[in-house]
Each structure stands twice: as structure tokens, then as C-alpha cells.
């Protein structure tokens, strides 16, 4: 471990910050709430995984903060943007040269009549950066698909086509790359090559990087992955690798729960039925933690086990992430 005591000049703002992120959706007369007061913070140069079940947001977040889409309320800045008080000027400026993005069809991602040096030469044509060739040659070799420079999307492996996607998405040098679903359609081991494109993008390049994924593998291999339930963030599993005495390395994977600046959590659904708590729930301050236990002990203490002799093991408690595995 680093024994530097030279302080950390990070920006006071992060790179992408969300506060308090609602997202209504209205078709027909009903109302869908996409996202619920989310709040994210991630720091300039960092790579983040977005899990969570279908329907959970991670798409609705993606999209506004790719500046295609805005939310209902709250606040939401990438880089310095003020993605709610943005003109359309500004949009098409912040677009073209702040963010990138990798969707998860290869098709959507690419034009299919033009080949790989093409495509990735398209988004420079259209800023009227100098020196496309060269600069799309030199994103091939990084990413690997040299051999794919002079095909079109049907003449190459879909892992070929997510990374020349990657090669797009990088190609006017954003500072923050956002991929969604970007090894969904890909076997695991093409998914992790991809994967591995993604990374070393976000490493030499220090492009700070939001991956949506189902795939525990991405998860697994990243430093931070978000745990998105009901348009909300709520858990984050943070990961290190530390090295014992005898030089023998462990990885260590702890889980969080999010609370936001006024104190909001949400709680497991597991510890909820294991402990009958609902509607209302005791809460004491201990010395060094907070204790929340039912409202009634006794009569929710029978639900709760009734409840949790019939619960499913589905969501993994936070701090025991151990148990998952
Ligand atoms: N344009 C839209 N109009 C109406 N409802 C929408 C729209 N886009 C998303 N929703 C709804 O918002 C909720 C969140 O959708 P979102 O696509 O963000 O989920 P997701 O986490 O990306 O899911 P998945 O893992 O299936 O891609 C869902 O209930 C969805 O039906
Ligand atoms: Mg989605």
C-alpha cells in the first residue's frame, strides 16, 4: 500500500454527479418513474459498473447523461455541463466532444456500409478535426482490429464490431465514455475482450467510463460496481486486492449501501423480510452505528421469521458479500 501523504487534488466537483435524479415517463395517461431521486457521483477517470434488474433505470440514466434525453428534476452535471440548463448549441458541442457512447447493438453502433476506418474517421469528419486517417489508424492498433481496418460491420466478429465501436466512441478524445450493454450480445469469452478494450481505454486513456451490465464478470472486475434498484442507486460494491505480509495477495470485496445527503437509504429487501420491517421501524444511535429494528419486536419479530422461513435467498446482504460467491 502507497505511504504518499501528498493530498489528492481532486476537483471538488466530480466528474459526473446526479442529485436527487427523477425521471417520469408518461404514455397514455400513465406514469412510469424511471428514476426516483438517484444520486451518483463519479470521479474524473474512474470505471464504474451499473447493475440491476431489468427495468431498474440504468438506461433512462444513460441516456440523459449522454444528453439525448433530460430528467424531470433534480440536477445532473458531467464535465463541468449543466445537462438541465443546456442550450441546444451546447448539446450538439457537449455530444460531439465530451461524451462517447457504446449501445449494445453492434448494428446501432456502426454504419454499415462504410468500413471500420470509416466509421471511425465519421464523428472527426463532423467535428472537422485535422489529421482523421492517422488518428483512426493509430485507435485500430490500440483497440486491436487492425485487420479489420478495410471491412464493413458484416465482415467482422461481433466482438470486432463492439471494439471499432469503442474506436467511434473515443474517436473525437471524450472525457467520459458511456457503454450500455456493450458484451450483451457477445459469447464470455468475446465479452471479455471487450471488456479488456474497455478498460485499457479507461486506464491509458483516463477516460472516465459508466459500463450497464448483466454480466457478473464485468462486475467482478471492476473497482466499483453500483447496485441500481427501483431508479435509485443502492448498493455499491467496492473491491481492492491487498497484500499480506508473506506477500500473498487477497481480493476483498465489501458492499455499501448508498445514503444521500439528507440520509436516504433503502434497506435490502432480505434484512426487510428476515425482520418484518415495513411502514414504520425503530431507529437508535449507538456509539458507533445506527440500529433500526421493528416497530413492534414481538409481532414483527414472528413475521419476520415466518417471512424469512419462506423468503427466497435472493439479494445479498451488504458487508457480506463473501456469502454470495
Ligand atoms: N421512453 C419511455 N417511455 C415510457 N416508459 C419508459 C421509457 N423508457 C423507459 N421506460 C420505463 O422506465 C423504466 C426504466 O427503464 P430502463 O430502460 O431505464 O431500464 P433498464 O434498467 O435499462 O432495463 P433493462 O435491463 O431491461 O435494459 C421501465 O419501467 C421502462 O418501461
Ligand atoms: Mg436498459
Aim: charged share 25%; net charge negative.
Amino acid at each position: 500500500m502507497s505511504t504518499t501523504t501528498t493530498p489528492v487534488t481532486a476537483d471538488a466537483e466530480p466528474h459526473i454527479h446526479c442529485e436527487d435524479m427523477v425521471r417520469i415517463f408518461s404514455t397514455e395517461g400513465v406514469e412510469v418513474q424511471a428514476l426516483q431521486g438517484l444520486n451518483l457521483r463519479v470521479d474524473a477517470g474512474e470505471m464504474v459498473a451499473l447493475i440491476g434488474a431489468s427495468g431498474s433505470g440504468k438506461s433512462t440514466l444513460l441516456t440523459i447523461l449522454s444528453g439525448l434525453d433530460t430528467p424531470t428534476a433534480g440536477s445532473v452535471r458531467v464535465a463541468g455541463h449543466d445537462l438541465l440548463a443546456m442550450k441546444r448549441a451546447e448539446r450538439v458541442q457537449y455530444q460531439r466532444h465530451t461524451v462517447g457512447f457504446v449501445w449494445q447493438q453492434a448494428s446501432s453502433n456502426l454504419l454499415p456500409y462504410l468500413s471500420a476506418v470509416e466509421n471511425v474517421c465519421l464523428p472527426m469528419a463532423i467535428t472537422g478535426r485535422a489529421g482523421r486517417l492517422e488518428r483512426a489508424d493509430q485507435l485500430l492498433r490500440v483497440l486491436d482490429i487492425e485487420h479489420c481496418r478495410d471491412r464493413t460491420p458484416a465482415q467482422m466478429s461481433g466482438g470486432e464490431q463492439q471494439r471499432a465501436a469503442i474506436a467511434v466512441a473515443i474517436a473525437n478524445s471524450p472525457t467520459v465514455i458511456l457503454a450500455d450493454e456493450p458484451t450483451g450480445e457477445l459469447d464470455e469469452a468475446t465479452s471479455a475482450d471487450v471488456l479488456e478494450a474497455m478498460r485499457s481505454v479507461n486506464e491509458e486513456l483516463g477516460i472516465t467510463t459508466l459500463i450497464v451490465t448483466h454480466d457478473p464478470s464485468v462486475s467482478e472486475h471492476v473497482r466499483r460496481a453500483v447496485q441500481m434498484r427501483d431508479g435509485r442507486c443502492s448498493t455499491e460494491v467496492l473491491r481492492r486486492t491487498e497484500t499480506d505480509e508473506a506477500g500473498e495477495e487477497s481480493h476483498i470485496a465489501e458492499e455499501f449501501a448508498v445514503i444521500d445527503r439528507v440520509g436516504r437509504m433503502q434497506l435490502p429487501q432480505d434484512f426487510m423480510s428476515t425482520l418484518g420491517l415495513r411502514e414504520r421501524v425503530r431507529l437508535g444511535l449507538e456509539p458507533d452505528h445506527v440500529r433500526v429494528s421493528p416497530a413492534t419486536p414481538a409481532a414483527d419479530a414472528k413475521a419476520g421469521a415466518e417471512a424469512a422461513d419462506s423468503a427466497d435467498d435472493k439479494d445479498a446482504a451488504p458487508n457480506n458479500q463473501e456469502d454470495r460467491k
